[in-house]
């Protein structure tokens, strides 16, 4: 992991984003999705990488007080390396930087490894959207009061059990 970097994601990425995506859904984003994403205000977008090779990325929108997960996408190759907790770390700290107060996302109803770092942190099931994904459905997942300290505490703690796991910073 110590080789892994998080910074922002742009249009050198797209290619081995959609890579990724080809890998890993039933129905990939398409370069025009990831073109428009980028461009759309109130987004960002990040990239994982390995060296110079990206291993993963995550988007956010943040609308007034609230930010919403676009995305969040590990290669399955390494999955399992706290790619995807780094990304989700970087991904809270910019939603509150950018003055949101509460965060949610959806993820499929099968996916629970995602699950389980979403709880990590602090995020609960509020409901569920039918065929969200064609054909599956998926888990709402909020977490509200992000610019709290109770929330700033937990980040510092994911961010401390990374750095002890990798032996440096993200």
Known sequence: MADVTVRV???ADIDRALEIERATYPTPWTPGIF???LKAPGRTY?????GEALVGYGGLMVVGEEAHITS?????SRRGGRIGTR????LSRRAVAA????LTLEVR???QRAQSIYHRFGMAPVGVRKRYYQDEDALIMWVHD????EFAHRLDDIATSLDGAAGGGS
């Open 46 to 50: 990040i990239a994982a990488k390995s």
């Open 146 to 149: 992000i610019a709290g300290e």
């Open 9 to 11: 994601f742009d249009d």
């Open 87 to 90: 990304l989700m770390l970087e």
């Open 99 to 102: 003055g949101a107060t509460s």
């Open 72 to 76: 969040l996408t590990v290669d399955p």
């Open 109 to 111: 109803m099968s996916n």
């Open 35 to 37: 073109a428009e994403e």
